[in-house]
């Protein structure tokens, strides 16, 4: 799984700069062949339409991604999918009102950032850091929104695979400094702002000198052309304008989408206006307000407008200096709104944790802390659930053998490791659905909804090989199995027993198979083993 990983994150870098069509037929073309369809590869559909700008067609990619996602049990590409349909809800809101709803997308970066607790491959966990923040950037929560870009470069920096990355997360950490500097310009916290694109400039600095990879070239561009924009109200305007031509003009040539750069709009005007070429930023903001993508987001949008109307008002219009005092209103506005959805993250997060902390306490509770598998407790409540399922159920009750001599030669302590073995070997032997449980001691048991009496017979006897095979480990191990319908559970879980103790008489390494018309069969000593009959289980072959 971790080399699909790995060549999806080759596709996005790729699709990110700028070769989102041949991306798509590449990645197509892979998800055809057996296995192919799976969560990473969807991500990849997903990028290649934020890309294009088709949010509906994003949307639709991770939904099927999400459903991906929980079929593999992949925790980090299931953030990703979470964090990704956060912020693209979001967007699509910008558009049709109907569809924004905040509550929702704090409820699925607070889920995704929840999901990630429980481990993943790093190429899915950066994804995940980088969906996750791009979510709270897309709410103006920059302050939640840089911890994820800086865990994704630090996963990055890490990972010598993943190294060519770097830059991409150094450059998102520029551009959200940059963000945060325009909205706090527009509530003149000059200042801060500066603050920021002090920031902006370090990291624009660091991607590009971290830029490695095929894309090297593409996101050194895109670092430089964050550290210029970050000059352009401090100390350089004019070495800032000629800077942000210079690496725009280089993004433009490589074909990366006006939605992407729009943001530089805004700077060098600026940096143009302060270095006393007032006529070409107007020029500038004049082609930018015409340009701007109906996806840009409302932050360069306002900003975009807002830029124009100071250089119209500098150049002596009173229409727009009226202008400047509604969107100062406005800005004012967004921003204690910010700072309520900011109030709201923080309680959801905490929520989240406290939820997350009480299912680590409950699963703590329902695992045996030598074997790290399900207890007799849990074992007790999936024999309680399972007896409401439909069809028929298999358990098994497996008791090891030589158990006592093991701890009476080599000592209690070779008696936990060869327990810790035991389960590991049975444990693989089992399917997703199937549940193992120390019972207490060492025996254990095994319920296997919707499992065949081939199915259940096949995994027996493979358990049983397992067990032998394991090195330094003198214990074999005694089955006994009986199948019912759900409602008959209790009935079966006795047969199953007594099944057992018949195979411990017998010798022990044995299966032994009850019926409901209670013929028992021993089933073998000998590893090899044929399709089992239907009635009584496993033939010697």
Request: overall charge negative; aromatic content about 4%; proline content about 4%.
């Amino acid at each position: 799984m971790q080399d699909s990983s790995r060549r999806a994150a080759r596709l996005l870098e790729r699709a990110q700069a700028g070769e989102a069509d041949e991306v798509l037929a590449e990645v197509t073309e892979l998800m055809r062949a057996p296995g192919g369809d799976l969560a990473c590869m969807r991500f990849v559909r997903v990028v290649v339409q934020i890309v294009r700008g088709d949010t509906p067609a994003v949307l639709e990619e991770v939904e099927l991604m999400l459903r991906a996602a929980e079929a593999e049990g992949s925790h980090g590409w299931r953030a990703c999918a979470l964090g990704t349909r956060s912020s693209e809800r979001l967007r699509l809101g910008e558009v049709d009102n109907d569809q924004y709803d905040v509550d929702a997308a704090l409820r699925d970066l607070s889920a995704a950032e929840a999901a990630l607790r429980g481990g993943s491959d790093p190429v899915a966990a950066v994804n995940a850091r980088v969906a996750i923040a791009l979510g709270y950037l897309n709410l103006r929560l920059y302050e939640l929104a840089g911890p994820q870009f800086e865990a994704a470069y630090e996963i990055s920096a890490a990972d010598p695979e993943q190294n060519g990355n770097r830059a991409m997360w150094l450059t998102n950490l520029a551009e959200m400094h940059l963000h945060w500097a325009l909205e706090l310009y527009q509530v003149d916290e000059v200042a801060e702002a500066e603050e920021h694109t002090t920031a902006a400039e370090r990291f624009g600095r660091q991607g590009a000198a971290e830029a490695s990879g095929a894309e090297a070239d593409t996101w050194r561009d895109m670092a430089l052309l964050m550290a210029a924009c970050a000059r352009a109200d401090r100390s350089d305007p004019a070495g800032a304008s000629v800077d942000i031509a210079r690496y725009l003009a280089a993004q433009q040539v490589r074909g990366i989408a006006e939605s992407r750069l729009a943001f530089s709009r805004p700077f060098h005007a600026v940096a143009l206006k302060r270095s006393g070429r007032l006529a070409e930023a107007l020029v500038v903001m004049s082609s930018a307000v015409s340009a701007l993508p109906p996806d840009a987001g409302w932050l360069i949008t306002a900003a975009t407008h807002r830029t124009h109307a100071v250089l119209l008002a500098a150049r002596g219009s009173a229409d727009a200096q009226a202008g400047l005092t509604y969107g100062d209103t406005l800005a004012a506005a967004m921003w204690r709104q910010r700072q309520q959805t900011l109030h709201t993250a923080a309680t959801l997060k905490s929520l989240e944790a406290l939820r997350a902390k009480h299912e680590q306490a409950t699963r703590a509770a329902d695992l045996d802390p030598l074997t790290g598998i399900a207890n007799r407790r849990a074992f007790d409540r999936a024999i309680h659930r399972a007896q409401t399922l439909p069809g028929a159920v298999t358990v098994m009750i497996i008791d090891t053998d030589k158990f006592k001599q093991i701890n009476d030669t080599l000592g209690h302590p070779a008696g936990d490791t060869a327990l810790r073995s035991i389960a590991r070997a049975l444990s693989a032997e089992l399917r997703d659905t199937d549940l193992i449980a120390r019972l207490g001691g060492d025996e254990f048991g095994v319920l296997l909804p919707d499992a065949s009496p081939a199915t259940a017979a096949s995994m027996a006897a493979r358990m049983l090989t397992a067990v032998r095979a394991l090195p330094d480990c003198p214990a074999t191990i005694s089955i006994g199995m009986a199948a019912a319908p759900a409602v008959a559970l209790v009935d079966a879980l006795q047969r199953a027993d007594q099944a057992m103790y018949e195979a411990k008489r017998a010798g022990g390494d044995a299966i032994r198979a009850s019926h409901r018309d209670a013929r028992r069969h021993v089933l073998h000593h000998d590893p090899r083993v044929t399709e089992p009959d239907p009635l009584t289980g496993p033939r010697l072959g």
